[in-house]
């Protein structure tokens, strides 16, 4: 198991507290400085646990942040995006990247992920105005709803995006008529096994119906471009993407035998972050390492071209929010806090993306059962449940880190409780 962050620094302070300990002389003297030793290292260790935790933001940055700018506030790091990009382009040196805007579409974040040269993945009109008047090129832009309005195909017409996908004969009739001699990709549907949101239920042709498909596009007058597919979100199961890659092997070769040759392999998103201190989650090196083998395994010729969808790891890491109790109580024997920030708001993640967030607090002292709910007043609205944490009075500041991806996005105002302001740091 990996430590969590903060243990290397706990195993070494324990080496150094507990040895003398072993040179007492007496058995009574040898059990009181170890009760004390103990003692002090829980402390130790839970104030590691709740400080150290994926936070990029200390004690004093946040209180002088909610100081200027109120609370609930949502902070995006600039470096935390360049990191992320950087870590998946570099790792991926076949595919091109093409953010996710759906994740997070602060104009921040896409004014930075331009900027270091991403390209963009895109699933209704607003998201594909709002990259038009950043300047994006309608050449770095997919259209990868595979069910789109009509006015907005229209629209993508207008501003020459060429390239889309279709996972059924009834998108590929609208295309043909609204978008038409444009590019298509064909969502297959794979496995996603082990993945936190199974999009296989809803999107992607059967394997079987692949080649048709195709066909069918090329008769209308498209071009049949290539194949996509998505593992599915937050994808713990690296096996995933080598099973998706062998059946788009096969289309590619099935294609190629009826000479309808493919030029274009989309692998999707689904590259996962980690949450929770200790949960189980494939390191990014690990799920690179496997789509580079099959990569070359399975697509040698270098003249195809390989994008990739990537949301969550590039935007989630670059967000912490901050959240400051507005009353408590207690409840059947826990403590209960409620926040200033909610399941309506930037916690909507947890509804609408099945997402489960840690929560650091800088205060220290005895560990209490605790729930932590938001500001609304729905009975729904509560964010957390068994939790420890500290004891917590009117204004305390807890901090929620990797906060960024399908949390902001889909806030709403129920309640009339406005959106939670964001700032941009450095």
């Known amino acids: 198991m990996s430590k969590r962050k903060g243990d290397e620094h706990f195993d070494k302070l324990s080496v150094r507290k507990l040895v003398p300990v072993r040179q ?39 209180q002088k942040l909610i100081k200027q700018y109120g609370s609930p506030l949502l902070v995006l790091k600039r470096s935390k995006m360049a990191e992320s990009f950087h870590t998946l382009d570099e790792l991926l040196p076949r595919v091109q990247l093409f953010y996710a805007v759906k994740s997070n579409p602060h104009p921040e974040i896409i004014k930075t992920f331009a900027r270091l040269g991403s390209s963009f993945e895109v699933a209704s009109l607003a998201e594909i105005e709002m990259l038009i008047k950043k300047k994006v090129s309608p050449q770095r832009i997919i259209f990868a709803n595979t069910v789109k309005k009509i006015q907005d195909l229209k629209a993508a017409r207008k501003f020459k995006i060429d390239l889309s996908t279709f996972d ?36 992607g042709a059967p394997p079987e119906d692949a080649v048709k498909l195709l066909s069918s596009a090329k008769r209308k007058g498209l071009v049949p471009y290539g194949v996509s ?30 000479n309808m040759p493919l030029s274009m392999l989309d692998i999707g998103g689904g590259f996962p972050i980690q949450y929770l201190p200790g949960s189980k989650v ?75 967030y840690n929560f650091i607090s800088y205060d220290t002292g005895k560990m209490f059962a605790s729930v932590l709910a938001g500001p609304s007043c729905d009975s729904l609205d509560i964010i957390a449940e068994d939790l420890y944490l500290p004891k917590l009075g009117i204004g305390d500041m807890l901090v929620t880190p990797a906060i960024g991806a399908y949390s902001s996005a889909h806030a709403t105002r129920f309640n009339g409780i406005p959106l939670t302001k964001s700032i941009v740091i450095a």
Not at 184 to 196: A, C, G, H, Q, T
Not at 282 to 304: C, E, G, V, Y
Not at 326 to 346: E, F, P, S
């Open 168 to 203: 059924s004969e009834n998108e590929l009739e609208k295309i043909a008529e609204h978008l038409p001699r444009s590019k298509v990709l064909l969502r297959l549907k794979v496995p996603n096994i082990d993945s936190m949101v199974d999009l296989s239920v809803k999107f």
């Open 24 to 62: 007492a002389t007496t058995t009574s003297s040898f059990l009181a400085s170890l009760i004390i030793s103990f003692v002090f290292l829980d402390k130790f260790r839970q104030r590691l646990y709740y400080s150290f935790m994926e936070t990029f933001l200390s004690k004093t940055q946040a």
């Open 229 to 258: 597919f998505h593992v599915g979100c937050q994808c713990l199961n690296p096996v995933n993407y080598g099973k998706a890659l062998e059946l788009t092997a096969e289309v590619f070769s099935a294609c190629k035998k009826i």
């Open 282 to 356: 494939p390191t990014i090196q690990d799920i690179a390492r496997k789509i580079n083998n099959s990569l070359d395994k399975l697509f040698p010729d270098k003249r195809i071209k390989i994008i990739a969808e990537p949301g969550r790891f590039l935007c989630g890491p670059c967000a912490n929010l901050i959240t400051s109790v507005i009353g408590h109580n207690v409840r059947n024997g826990k403590r209960w806090y409620a926040l200033d920030d909610g399941l309506y708001g930037t916690f909507s993640g947890i509804l609408f993306d099945h997402g489960k």
